[in-house]
């Protein structure tokens, strides 16, 4: 997907000035990403550069999750910079774009990885817990294209630490958002579940991208 076409999404929701809040998001990440790659490969093989994991995890939030609201757009486009890359730090983040966005990307953010889970669980803000589910998401997706280890661990992973956060993520969001959040959970313990059926059967599986 093109940069035009990621914002084609944003533009009827939202005044000029709060785009360009999105778009400097959208530069720095890929930015701060421009060395690295994912685990996953594309259809020549080739590893899938880093940028396309926040774009999808925010395409996700916009598409499948119905939010539109600037400031989780930007946490999601943003959501490893913290952990990922030395160009953003909390004090850039806050000073661009807010407190709000540098509390749920510190949420989201393994720094120190020590004591994650146990940090993540004492937030009462909804909105990370929604990021990490439309990161996750996104991880299940695009698992096939990685090593049947890395599979194992991301599904062990997903079922053993996240399946309680994803519920309480549910337990937490607004009425107005609830339905479309519980589809989320919904769907990422489904495609737990079939990389799991899966592998028992012993091969991997493939989804569609969210």
Wanted: contains cysteine; neutral net charge; glycine residues 6%.
């Amino acid at each position: 997907m093109t940069r035009a076409e990621f914002f084609q999404r944003l533009q009827p929701f939202h005044a000029p000035s709060t785009i360009l809040d999105i778009e400097l998001a959208y530069t720095m990440s890929k930015y701060g990403h421009r060395a690295q790659v994912r685990k996953e490969s594309d259809d020549t093989g080739k590893p899938v550069r880093y940028f396309e994991h926040p774009k999808r995890v925010a395409l996700i939030l916009i598409d499948l999750v119905k939010i539109v609201d600037p400031t989780m757009v930007i946490s999601c486009l943003i959501h490893d910079g913290l952990e990922d890359t030395r160009d953003l730090t909390p004090e850039m983040i806050e000073h661009i774009w807010g407190t709000d966005v540098v509390k749920i990307v510190k949420t989201l953010s393994k720094t120190p990885k020590e004591g994650y889970l146990n940090r993540f669980f004492m937030s009462t803000d909804w909105r990370p817990y929604v990021i990490k589910g439309c990161d996750r998401l996104d991880n299940l997706s695009s698992l096939a294209q990685t090593s049947l280890e890395f599979q194992q661990r991301q599904i062990a992973e997903t079922k053993e630490k996240y399946y309680p956060l994803f519920d309480r993520m549910v337990s937490l969001t607004p009425m107005e958002y609830k339905v479309q959040v519980q589809g989320l959970r919904d769907l990422i313990f489904q495609k737990t579940e079939a990389h799991g059926v899966a592998q028992r059967g012993g091969r991997t599986s493939s989804f569609d991208g969210a």
